[in-house]
């Protein structure tokens, strides 16, 4: 019958391994946050009178008045005026550009409709196209924006802007790589603009264009290398290439730059945890569970360290974390379970026995400090107290396979081989996706068939 019990035990490990290999690796999360490019608009201005259409003889007469009011950017006032004038008489030009005002006073919904009466009355009206973008952009239409942007472009209106104002609603529906070629073109006009760079960045970067945003970055870099926003471009850049050491490097520049960011902090501190320094990912680690914003990330990378045997540096990060008497119960909780972790990697198993029952004494709940206890207890053939452990375990999902299977090798090892199996059983239920499971089962029904035959 042992070799039937070692074989049960192997397999209930494998059928563990997937949760055990969670506590030796952080999955870093490559997201750095950044600014999206923003809409920037121009005044109307007299000049935006040329190459329109003309207005009609009725409308002639306000030639002097409207070229005044604009150069005095009494916008408002224009606006009234013109707007008691009716569309029935109204052309294409003073239809756009009351929408053009109403554009200007941020009334979107009033600009679109003179700027579609417009069209409406010219239809190969190029400049109106282009207003009617700019007010459905502003009101969260992007696709419906760039297709008006794109009419107004095959009609012939080649102003810049359009081209960032295209790249803009590309980026606001998401059609990133269409937004790199809108602001490629739009740098064509002006290859310095230090925001169309930022924009082609950030078109770059979400496209996953990673090798052309790195070339950009050299020449921005050059010109501002003060920039932490520059430097978590480049961070981002080279850690979705796998460029890892370089990529931290970056994120590390930026921090020195005054980057303070949770996210970022906490993504440094991660990929010096697994890819560079130990010591500074601890002290990384140690700043952020001073800013108490992200306290599970801390409890994540300290179990790391005790998994993987880095024992001083776990020591030390750990002395980082004091908590005041008030911290929350489930918080303190942890705390104790990773001291209690830590001492009993280290063979202090009456020093992790406590700290695991501190940990339960702040929460009852605490799943992997009630599997660690039951571990402690059946090692010192407490096999009573494991077993009610694993049972508390056994009702909270998050723990439930592991708690399960534990009991299962447990029963097992006191010769009670039907009460093991009924715990494999609701194992499989629990996770049928585990194929080991249903081995063990298998293994386990033979062994009870050849106990009773």
Known sequence: ???????????????????????????AQLVIKFDEPKLLLQQISATDLSAMPSLNEAEQSQQKLISDKLNKAQY?????????????????AMAYLIGQLALQQQQLSLGADYF?????????????YHGLGLAQLQSDNPIAATKNFAKALQLGVNDPQIYSFLGYGYIQSEHFHSA???????????????????ALLYAYTMAGHHDAALSLLEQMLNSTPNDKGLWLHRANALLKKDQFSQGIASLEAAIRLGESNADNLALTAQLQLQHGSINR?????????????????????CEYLIANQEF??????????????????GVQ???????????QQQGSIALAARSFEQALSFNGVNGKALLALAAVKRSQQQSHQAQML????????????????????????????????????????????????????????????????
């Open 180 to 198: 790199v070629v809108a602001y490629q073109q739009a740098k064509l006009f002006n290859p310095d603009d230090a925001q169309l760079n930022q």
């Open 76 to 92: 408002t006032d224009l606006l009234a005026t013109l707007k008691q004038r009716p569309k029935a008489d109204m052309s294409a």
């Open 390 to 453: 694993l049972l508390r375990a056994g009702a909270l999902d998050e723990v439930k396979l592991q708690a399960l299977t534990e009991h299962a090798d447990l029963m097992m090892a006191l010769g009670r081989y039907l009460k093991a199996l009924e715990l494999l059983q609701q194992a499989a239920d629990f996770a049928p996706q585990e194929p080991s499971l249903f081995e063990n089962i298998q293994i386990l029904q033979r062994l009870v068939r050849q106990g009773s035959a």
């Open 281 to 301: 990912a601890r002290t990384l680690y140690g700043r952020i569970w001073q800013t108490q914003t992200n306290a599970p990330l801390v409890f994540e990378a």
């Open 1 to 27: 019958m042992m070799k039937y019990f070692i074989l049960l035990s192997l397999l209930i490990g494998q059928a563990l391994v997937s949760q055990s290999a969670l506590s030796k690796s952080l999955a």
């Open 333 to 343: 909780s942890q705390l104790a379970y990773l001291k209690g972790l830590l001492a």
């Open 312 to 329: 001083d540096a776990a020591k030390a990060l750990l002395k980082k974390m004091s908590l005041p008497k008030n911290s929350p119960h």
């Open 116 to 128: 579609t009466h417009a069209i409406k009355l010219q239809a190969n009206f190029g400049k109106a």
